[in-house]
T-cell receptor, first 114, second 111 residues
Framework: ETGVTQSPTHLIKTRGQQVTLRCSSQSGHNTVSWYQQALGQGPQFIFQYYREEENGRGNFPPRFSGLQFPNYSSELNVNALELDDSALYLC?????????????FGPGTRLTVT | DQQVKQNSPSLSVQEGRISILNCDYTNSMFDYFLWYKKYPAEGPTFLISISSIKDKNEDGRFTVFLNKSAKHLSLHIVPSQPGDSAVYFCAASFGNEKLTFGTGTRLTIIP
């Protein structure tokens, strides 16, 4: 059983550009969530995908979008990058079976927007 | 609106002693609570969880206590070890919804 992996590890982009971050979920997990963690803060929920459909969204603008694929991999796309988008982006996978569930996080992608 | 709060940004504890990390929440709809540990350059690692129908859950050196009337939970680590030095986040969820995290407490274990 492999854990959650993310790529790339680090990324530097210019304001206005677009970026795609990738995540490979833990095998057998049907749900993937994406979080943004700014410096000194806890992770903030961006959105969640369950069986390839968006299943909840946090307080993030539409320029943050995502996809989940049948092989459990997932993408986070951010358009028109802003300086405030600089953060650690975390992907978490889980197996939703009932009330409450644990999410397992990848190591994150550190995005710097200049 | 910070629905999950960790009011202590940092905590230092002597090795072998008990570490107590605290967390308060405001949303009474939360029914599942979790603690995560985070080392630098790594993602958060799940430690222990508790559902709202319980008031205590133990796993080895880690125990989580939930006081629903006070909307308060705590994580006890006994005995504390140097490898426990990390940032600890508490998180809460309602049903199968997103996790809402606190801002974290940096725990330092002094040898």
């Amino acid at each position: 059983e492999t854990g959650v992996t993310q790529s790339p590890t680090h990324l530097i982009k210019t304001r206005g550009q677009q970026v795609t971050l990738r995540c490979s979920s833990q095998s057998g997990h049907n749900t993937v969530s994406w979080y943004q963690q700014a410096l000194g803060q806890g992770p903030q929920f961006i959105f969640q995908y369950y069986r390839e459909e968006e299943n909840g969204r946090g307080n993030f603008p539409p320029r943050f979008s995502g996809l989940q694929f049948p092989n459990y991999s997932s993408e986070l796309n951010v358009n028109a990058l802003e300086l405030d988008d600089s953060a650690l982006y975390l992907c978490a996978s889980s197996l939703v079976t009932g009330m409450g569930y644990e999410q397992y996080f990848g190591p994150g992608t550190r995005l710097t927007v200049t | 609106d910070q629905q999950v709060k960790q009011n202590s940004p940092s905590l230092s504890v002597q090795e072998g002693r008990i570490s107590i990390l605290n967390c308060d929440y405001t949303n009474s709809m939360f029914d599942y609570f979790l603690w995560y540990k985070k080392y630098p350059a790594e993602g958060p690692t799940f430690l222990i969880s508790i559902s709202s129908i319980k008031d205590k859950n133990e796993d080895g050196r880690f125990t989580v206590f939930l006081n629903k009337s006070a909307k308060h939970l705590s994580l006890h680590i006994v005995p504390s070890q140097p490898g426990d030095s990390a940032v600890y986040f508490c998180a809460a969820s309602f049903g199968n919804e997103k996790l809402t995290f606190g801002t974290g407490t940096r725990l330092t274990i002094i040898p």
